[in-house]
Structure formats: C-alpha cells, structure tokens
C-alpha cells in the first residue's frame, strides 16, 4: 500500500542555520506530494505542495521537489527563523478521487536563537 | 469565514461513555475527512466524505461512526469509547476529492478516555 517515511525528530537548530527534513514515498500511479506545517496548539496548514514529477512547490522560504526517480520530496529552507519551529509533515494523495491523505510520522523542528 | 471549526475543544470521557465530535465548515466544500493525530504516527484517516451523502471508512474506523449532515457538516461518533481512542482528532474539508487539492484543517479536539 501507500506509505510515506520522514526523517526522524526532533531535530534543533540555530538561527540562520540549513534545513533539511527528509521525505520519501510508496505509492503506484502518480500521487500529489505535500508538506503541511502544525504550530504548538493548532490544526495543521498547507505549506507546500507538487503534483507531478519534477515540480517543484515553494513557500515562505521553503522548498521541496516531487522526484520520482527517488521517490523523495524533501523539504529545504535556507536561513530558518525561530517562528519557523514546529512539525512539519509530509504527505500524499494518491489518483484516487477520494483526496485521502496519507501522513508520515511528522518531523518536530526547534529553532534556537 | 471561519474555515473548520471543531468541538469541543478538550473532552474528558470515562470507558464505555459516547460522544460527538461536531465538524462545520464554511468554504462550500465537497469533500470532509476525519483524522486522529498520536504520537509518532502522523495522522490517520478514521472516515471521509468524498461528496455530501456518501461516507467511506479511512485506515482506522473501529470503533467509529460518522454523518454527513449536509454539505457543511461532518460529525464522528464515539459509540462507546475506549481508552486507546485517547488521541487528537482533526477534521478537515477540501474542495473536491481531487488529489492535488488542499485540505484545510480544524483546531483539533483533544480527547482523553480514562
């Protein structure tokens, strides 16, 4: 079946320091990929998403990019901020008209001054 | 335009007592999905409602009832709740069920079954 894998938490940085959460999938056929980002005591919130191979899905800072040939969609920021900590979840949605989400373990980012 | 609203907020159940989780959303959305969130499991999809009338079992749904009301509404019922349905349960809605379409998520109801 479907299945997505994250990298493990927590995972503590510095300001300004390089992100990177790791993602990769199982899935047949061709699924959208997303991140979707929760803040301490709140729902979660689309932060990015790719619907096909080779897009790539920015925001705020953020990147990730749908390769299929790796089965990855890892999330990238350059300079991370301290408003930047939270846990951060990947996810598909397979070609099914269902929109069924299927989540990995999420990943907690804390970001130290 | 509130987006999801979710309540409660916190509840406190002893085994074997029901409940009502109440979902509303407020974007005309077609689809609406019910997820519970534990630790290190990411969130699993308990039910969904592809469209107003229908409703499908997700990964988890002993345990679970649901109903679509209408359009705006989804609801999940606990008929008799056991303490390992203790977790977070978050609605959300999204346009349609097509894959590339964002959900928007609920606040969360924080359940705990002693």
């Known amino acids: 079946g479907n299945s997505v894998t994250q990298m493990e938490g927590p995972v503590t940085l510095s300001e300004e320091a390089f992100l990177t959460i790791n993602c990769t999938y199982t899935?047949?056929?061709?699924?959208?990929l997303f991140w979707y980002v929760q803040y301490p005591g709140e729902g979660l919130q689309l932060l990015l998403k790719?619907?096909?191979?080779?897009d790539k899905g920015s925001n705020k800072g953020f990147e990730a990019t749908y390769r299929k040939e790796t089965t990855s969609f890892h999330l990238e920021k350059g300079s991370v901020q301290v408003s930047d900590s939270a846990v951060y979840f990947c996810a598909l949605s397979d070609s099914s008209n269902t929109g069924k989400l299927i989540f990995g373990q999420g990943t907690t980012l804390q970001v130290k001054p | 335009n509130a987006g999801v609203t979710q309540t409660p907020k916190f509840q406190v159940l002893k085994t074997g007592q029901s409940m009502t989780l109440q979902c509303a959303q407020d974007m005309n959305h077609n689809s609406m999905y019910w997820y519970r969130q534990d630790p290190g499991m990411g969130l699993r999809l308990i039910y969904y409602s592809a469209s107003e009338g229908t409703t499908d079992k997700g990964e988890v749904p002993n345990g679970y009832n649901v109903s679509r009301l209408n359009k705006r509404e989804f609801s999940l019922r606990l008929e008799s709740a056991a303490p390992s349905q203790t977790s977070v349960y978050f609605c959300a809605s999204s346009a349609t069920g097509a894959p590339y379409n964002e959900q928007f998520f609920g606040p969360g109801t924080r359940l705990t079954v002693l």
């Open positions: 790719a619907t096909k191979a080779d």
């Open positions: 899935a047949t056929g061709y699924p959208s």
